[in-house]
C-alpha cells in the first residue's frame, strides 16, 4: 500500500532551520505531484508548498515565500522541505501528501487540500521565540 513517511521536525528556535523529508513507498514517485501543508491547533490544514512530477514547477505560499524551499529526488522517491529563518508562527505539524497526476500536464501543481490522494501521519515542528 502507499505510505508518506515525514521525518526531520522537532524544536527549533527563531531564526533557524529545518529540513523535512518524506520517504514516499507504494506508488510509482514520478507520476505524483507532491505537496506539504501544515496544521497549526485550531487552524486549517494549508497548503506549504507544492512541486510537479519532474521538480520543475513549484509553488510556495505566500507566508513562506523566500523562506521555504520544496524539493524532490525521483532517484529516491523522497520530497524535502527545507525551512529557512524559522518563526513561531511556522509551529505546526507538517504533513507530505502525494496526487496522482499521470494523466495531467507536466507542470501541473494540486493546491486543494481535497485533490490529494495520500497523506503522512505528520511531523511536529515547533519553534520558540
Known amino acids: 500500500q502507499v505510505q508518506l513517511v515525514e521525518s526531520g521536525g522537532g524544536l527549533v528556535q527563531a531564526g533557524g532551520s529545518l529540513r523535512l523529508s518524506c520517504a514516499a513507498s507504494g506508488l510509482t514517485f514520478t507520476t505524483y505531484t507532491m505537496g506539504w501543508f501544515r496544521q497549526a491547533p485550531g487552524q486549517e490544514r494549508d497548503l506549504v508548498a507544492a512541486?510537479?512530477?519532474?521538480?520543475?514547477?513549484?509553488l510556495d505560499a505566500d507566508s513562506v515565500k523566500g523562506r521555504f524551499t520544496i524539493s524532490r529526488d525521483n532517484a529516491k522517491n523522497t520530497v524535502y522541505l527545507q525551512m529557512n529563518l524559522l518563526q513561531p508562527e511556522d509551529t505546526a505539524v507538517y504533513y507530505c501528501?502525494?496526487?496522482?497526476?499521470?494523466?495531467?500536464?507536466?507542470?501541473?501543481?494540486?493546491?486543494?487540500?481535497?485533490?490529494?490522494?495520500?497523506w503522512g501521519q505528520g511531523t511536529q515542528v515547533t519553534v520558540s521565540s
Open positions: 512541486i510537479s512530477r519532474s521538480g520543475a514547477y513549484t
Open positions: 501528501t502525494a496526487k496522482n497526476a499521470a494523466y495531467s500536464c507536466t507542470n501541473y501543481l494540486a493546491t486543494p487540500r481535497k485533490d490529494y490522494d495520500y
